[in-house]
């Protein structure tokens, strides 16, 4: 059973529009998760982390929040562009488990100029 | 600075046959992880390292071998490849400091096993 769950496979935005993407975990010890970029042919690339005991982290166009009593996080992109198309994947960690990430199906976001 | 690099970027094996995926980072990380991404699956974790010596399995290891001689280098090898591992593969190095992790991955090789 998966423990991180992206369960949208794809979204299209209007450009300039809010893109929300949401992800879902069931292990309660996860306290680190990550968003990454992905184009097609490369590897995926860091985009934002957040730790469990923050709710909110923001950089640039990009916020992420963390609701931990619900086990769900979101990345909001404000405002999109033509370029944040990519698949976005959600990943979580745990404590003193070696740096090992497990990851969710990806999402994969269009945004029509 | 290259990074992670991986080598080949594509191959195409007969089921049956084995070979080696190659993965090597410059970025002195003591961890380094191998990944392999399906559609709809994201990537799940094959084999990781904690350094120079140290293994372990992840989520997917059958049939998959590393070995970790070097801080730099982590290969993957197929035993013996059969269709279910036809995938992209991506190598990760990554370091924590404080509880923060900094993942860096390769670009990844597509493998297709006939």
């Known amino acids: 059973d998966q423990q991180v769950k992206q369960n949208s496979p794809s979204l299209s935005v209007q450009e300039g529009r809010i893109s929300i993407l949401n992800c879902d975990y069931t292990n309660s010890m996860f306290d680190y998760f990550l968003w990454y970029k992905k184009y097609p042919a490369e590897g995926p690339t860091f985009l934002i982390s957040i730790s469990s005991i923050k709710d909110k982290n923001e950089d640039g166009r990009f916020t992420v929040f963390l609701n931990k009593s619900a086990k769900h996080l979101s990345l909001h992109i404000v405002p999109s562009q033509p370029g944040d198309s990519a698949v976005y994947f959600c990943a979580a960690s745990e404590w003193g488990a070696g740096n090992m990430l497990t990851f969710g199906g990806g999402t994969r976001l269009m945004v029509k100029p | 600075n290259a990074g992670v690099t991986q080598t080949p970027k594509f191959q195409v094996l007969k089921t049956g046959q084995s070979m080696t995926l190659q993965c090597a980072q410059d970025?002195?990380?003591?961890?380094m992880s191998w990944y392999r991404q399906d559609p709809g699956m994201g990537l799940r974790l094959i084999h990781y390292?904690?350094?120079?010596?140290?293994?372990d399995q992840g989520e997917v290891p059958n049939g998959y071998n590393v070995s970790r001689s070097t801080t730099e280098d982590f290969p993957l090898r197929l035993l013996s490849a059969a269709p279910s591992q036809t995938s992209v593969y991506f190598c990760?190095?990554?370091?924590?400091?404080?509880?923060?992790?900094?993942?860096?991955f390769g670009s990844g090789t597509r493998l297709t096993v006939v």
């Open positions: 970025m002195n990380h003591e961890y």
């Open positions: 990760a190095s990554s370091f924590s400091t404080g509880g923060n992790y900094g993942y860096t």
């Open positions: 390292s904690v350094g120079a010596g140290i293994t």
